[in-house]
């Protein structure tokens, strides 16, 4: 007989289940843990390489010259925009026609749904300047994007002016099989939404874009502010935690060691000790920092918009830092000339290279294949406490009175029922409220709307601390043994299928909500102590995981901040993820509203069922 | 023929070689043996016209040095004499006019950009996706559709000594077609007995530039074969060096020197194979190249490269009359006669006067599943029909 057949091997199997359940939860979240750590460790990872056939070694001969006048230009640029306050549009179109372009324009207007206080900006309206360089011999059938953003102040003059140092170098070459557009945006991720959706022709907050230049390819976004710069670092995460083809991180790298560039990647620059301590503290940070901005859904780079429509696209940023030995422009633009000829190489997308990856540093990354196993662990412990659950409602109850045991299939479905609607109607008004009533906080109250609408979410969060007391009340009596048992069931395996979903898409996201809404799912009983277990709870809810993250996330980029930055700096942090979400559709504030709040919130119902 | 009209020539211009022969009566004797003797060896070489088949087999721009060793012996064998109608160049991709080329119409065997092997007359007969396992094979043995232009075809007959030169990309016992079909050394080894057969070639030399390019001639077994192959089983060929301005690998090592090599052969050279078997050594080609002679029936050394590469016409001044009254005989007459006799295409012979042969008797088909019904008939009523219930 089979092992799960046979009755006794079952019996057998089960009590040791039902025994060992919580030692083996211990265990395997331990090992998880252990695990994810362990994959900053470099023995563990793989040296990066290139899978492209097309794009081959770094084998082409890089001739720009013109980096001194390209700076010249970057200033008369910055000149320009003083003078209009925003972007010169006609200087720009003047220039772009002049060095050969095919030149078009396109206007965008948005309403944020509450000021943007960080950016101060609510009605934006703008123009995105975009030439066009057509490919000499080739059909107009697929296209390479080169964009820098134009912002206020004195930043990224120096991007629009090596861009244009660019296109006229490029206009002079004959060997481009691709059209290059090359795009000034205006009010950086604003108007890059608006020319992506222009282009593709999706629904749209400004104008359709005039003129096309076939399917994008590649895309890299610029960000150079000074002159002379030190080292470039490259920015891969984009929108809900999207990341381009590991191909264009190792294009980059590659050129960065035949050039000669210090070449970085969140901020941090590569080290060669990985057995000593430090060496493996500083693989862990630059992993960790990676895992929270990909965690945060939110696009770090104007590149973050392209990897929705399947578009592969890195930020290059200049760093000017206390180095001794700096790079010119020319350089610079040799290493995008470079780039661009590999690229340009390229018979399909990219795609023998992974998607999803996490990079230590640099030169070495972490696959999927590695890294899931440190989300499974912790979604066994689900699966272990579902196990367990089923095992003790499938044991026939102690028939203490005869009655009792009709009315509870009924009573059960019920007492399962309302939990789980309160719940998730405390989550859509977790979603809606804040942004719909916030006119009415600002009249009652003397904040601003963008604090209106934070606070209103903090409220109605909090207020669905209480909800427990009430339902209960509201049921007529207590609840039964069955019944939490039932609900907790539910509520594992409800929390199991949504952590693996979310680890799908955004593991960063996935695993950080799996690493403290697993202990709670695992230990909740109505049993436990209830004031720790509430403050326990509490602790590991997802806003207070995310107030950790904001601390979390200051201290790895080696700028500490005090508790009361650090608190304001979480209320900006929840009011861009809702920006985020209405303006380019970002998942992680309807996923923490609509589905983890809610699945928290059967938890915290779990807690308080007696 | 050529020996006769030659003859004919200086009997009527006789007045224009007063003494070109300058000798006593004996040495005159000395000399009408010597000719005597070599008008044998004059009319027993094996072939009259000469072939080339090159063919590159993989496309796309990073594939560019597959097409430039291609072009490389194209050039050699065109300089050497072969015309553009007896040479059928397969090119599976345009290197030449792609949109990535920065010297548009040149294809360059050397980083100096030297040497433009594309150059002016370049006569292309299969290109893109023409080039397949299916038209190679057809080209091969000559079963093309009527509607085939001539300079599609392989117009060879039994006096044709063929050149194929194969280049790409290709493993153990296989070569790949433009990434998506590939032939096997079995195909190719079966495509050469048929030409064999069909008395499509005197003499052919197979050349083949690829990885582990030795597994494709280990299965060839028919006669008057030589096989050249850039590397060994389990080896990789190398491309030789980058040309950074144009950005692509410019053409495979073997190639390379084997072009640096033909580069020095003009029409009357007498470099004979074992020279061509020496080029590109381990040391220059990290691979290892290999040959085989072991199905060919002349010493390869005496055979000249101009027997393969070029199209060269013999010829011989004298001044003497030579009688061509005994009959030529050649040492290898016999095994000549031997190796050309007509394979039986349908051995009908055998078909009349065979008796049939004796087949296995079967029981009809009716009676054996009419013995498994009955047998299902039978174990249902020992345990029970309440188990016909299960089926049903």
Redo the contacts between chains.
């Keep these: 007989m089979g092992l799960l057949s046979d009755p006794n091997r079952r019996r057998a199997l089960i009590s040791l289940l039902t025994r060992l359940n919580t030692p083996i939860c211990i265990v395997c979240y331990m090992a998880g843990v252990a695990w994810f750590m362990g994959l900053a460790f470099e023995p563990f990872t793989l040296r990066t390489y290139m899978s492209e ?2 794009m ?2 770094t ?3 890089e001739r720009f010259p013109a980096g001194e006048r390209a700076l010249a230009t970057g200033r008369e640029f910055s000149a320009h925009k003083k003078r209009t306050g925003g972007m010169p549009v006609e200087w720009l179109m003047k220039t772009m026609q002049a060095k050969g372009l095919e030149v078009f324009t396109q206007r965008f207007s948005r309403t944020l749904p509450f000021p943007d206080e960080n950016k101060e900006r609510y009605m934006v309206r703008g123009t995105n300047v975009y030439g066009i360089l057509r ?4 059909p107009r059938t697929e296209a390479l994007v080169l964009s820098a953003p134009c912002s206020p102040g004195d930043n990224n003059n120096q991007a629009v002016g090596l861009l244009l140092g660019l296109a006229e170098y490029f206009r002079n ?5 691709k059209d290059i557009i090359f795009l000034v945006n205006e009010h950086d991720l604003i108007g890059m939404q608006a020319w992506l959706e222009g282009y593709h022709h999706t629904n749209t907050t400004g104008t359709f874009c005039h003129s096309r230049g076939g399917s994008i390819q590649a895309a890299l976004s610029l960000e150079l502010s000074s002159d002379i710069i030190t080292s470039l670092d490259l920015v891969l995460e984009g929108l809900n935690g999207q990341l381009p083809n590991l191909d264009l991180a190792n294009l980059f790298y590659a050129f960065c060691q035949k050039i000669g560039v210090l070449c970085t990647i969140q901020g941090k620059l590569q080290r060669n000790d990985w057995d000593s301590v430090s060496g493996y503290s500083h693989a862990v940070q630059t992993m960790m920092l990676m895992v929270m901005k990909q965690a945060s859904g939110r696009p770090w780079g104007d590149h973050g918009l392209f990897l929705r429509y399947h578009i592969e696209a890195a930020t290059i940023k200049g760093v000017n830092s206390f180095r001794q030995y700096k790079t010119d422009a020319t350089t610079i633009g040799r290493l995008l000339e470079g780039m661009y ?2 690229l ?2 390229l ?1 399909e997308r990219l795609h023998q290279s992974y998607f999803f990856y996490l990079m230590p540093s640099l030169s070495h990354f972490v696959s999927i294949g590695y890294y899931m196993p440190a989300f499974g662990l912790l979604a066994v412990i689900l699966l272990l406490r579902a196990l367990d659950l089923w095992v003790q409602l499938s044991t026939p109850p102690q028939r203490t009175e005869d009655g009792v045991t009709d009315i509870e299939p009924v009573r059960g479905v019920l007492s399962l029922l309302t939990p789980l609607v309160i719940s998730h109607l405390t989550g859509v008004a977790l979603y809606m409220l804040p942004i719909r009533f916030q006119e009415m906080a600002v009249e009652h109250f003397p904040v601003s709307e963008t604090e209106a609408v934070v606070l209103t979410a903090i409220a109605v969060y909090t207020a669905g601390l209480a909800l427990p007391h009430n339902t209960h009340r509201l049921l007529s009596g207590e609840g039964t043994e069955q019944g939490w048992r039932v609900l907790k069931l539910v509520a594992v395996l409800y929390l199991a299928v949504l952590l693996g979903c979310t680890a799908l898409i955004n593991f960063s996201l996935g695993f950080i909500l799996a690493l403290t809404l697993v202990p709670v799912a695992a230990f909740v009983t109505p049993h436990v102590p209830k004031v720790l277990s509430a403050f326990i709870l509490v602790i590991l809810s997802p806003a207070c995981t995310l107030l950790f993250s904001v601390f979390f996330f200051q201290e790895l980029q080696e700028m500490p901040i005090s508790f009361q930055d650090g608190w304001l700096l979480f209320l900006s942090v929840i009011s861009q993820g809702i920006l985020d979400h209405s303006l380019y559709g970002s998942l992680v504030y309807p996923l923490i509203t609509l589905l983890v709040y809610p699945c928290w919130l059967l938890f915290w119902n779990i807690l308080f069922w007696n | 023929m050529y020996f006769l009209l030659v003859y004919m020539y200086i009997k009527n211009h006789v007045y224009m070689f007063p003494d070109l022969l300058g000798c006593h009566g004996k040495c005159r004797r000395y000399l009408f043996c010597c000719f005597q003797d070599r008008a044998g060896q004059f009319f027993s070489s094996g072939h009259t016209n000469n072939w080339a088949v090159l063919v590159c087999t993989s496309r796309f721009w990073f594939n560019y040095r597959h097409v430039a060793n291609t072009l490389s012996v194209y050039r050699s064998v065109k300089r050497l004499g072969i015309p553009d109608s007896h040479i059928v160049l397969m090119l599976a991709d345009d290197m030449a006019c792609n949109h990535r080329n920065p010297k548009p119409a040149t294809v360059f065997s050397h980083k100096n950009m030297e040497l433009n092997v594309y150059g002016d007359d370049v006569e292309v007969d299969y290109r893109g996706y023409e080039v397949t396992v299916e038209n190679f094979l057809r080209i091969l043995t000559g079963r093309l559709p009527p509607s085939t232009p001539r300079s599609k075809r392989l117009l060879s007959d039994d006096r044709s000594n063929i050149l194929i030169y194969l280049t790409g990309h290709g493993g153990n016992g296989f070569l790949k077609f433009q990434d998506s079909e590939e032939i096997s050394n079995v195909e190719l080894a079966d495509a050469f007995e048929q030409m064999w057969q069909k008395r499509r070639y005197n003499e052919l030399l197979f050349i083949i530039d690829t990885c582990q390019g030795a597994s494709m001639y280990e299965r060839f077994y028919s006669p008057n074969l030589m096989a050249l192959a850039s590397s060994q089983v389990g080896e990789d060929s190398l491309s030789h060096q980058p040309d950074l301005a144009i950005g692509v690998h410019l053409m495979d090592r073997y190639t390379f020197y084997l072009l640096e090599f033909l580069e020095d052969i003009h029409p009357a050279s007498k470099t004979n194979m074992n020279d061509l078997f020496k080029v590109c050594p381990k040391s220059q080609c990290v691979s290892t190249p290999g040959h085989r002679t072991d199905l060919f029936l002349r010493d390869p050394g005496s055979v000249l490269i101009t027997d393969f590469f070029g199209s060269v016409r013999k010829v011989e001044l004298t001044m003497e009359t030579i009688n061509l009254t005994d009959p030529i005989d050649a040492e290898s007459g016999e095994l000549q006669k031997e190796m050309h006799t007509y394979a039986d295409q349908l051995p009908v012979s055998e078909i009349i006067h065979q008796k049939p042969k004796q087949k296995d008797w079967h029981p009809p088909d009716g009676f054996i599943l009419g013995l498994w019904t009955l047998i299902l008939l039978v174990f249902f009523q020992t345990y029970g029909v309440k188990h016909l219930k299960h089926i049903f």
């Design positions: 056939n097309a081959g070694s084998m082409v001969e490919a000499p011999r080739a070459q004959i060997y481009w099989a000829r590999k340009n190489n018979l």
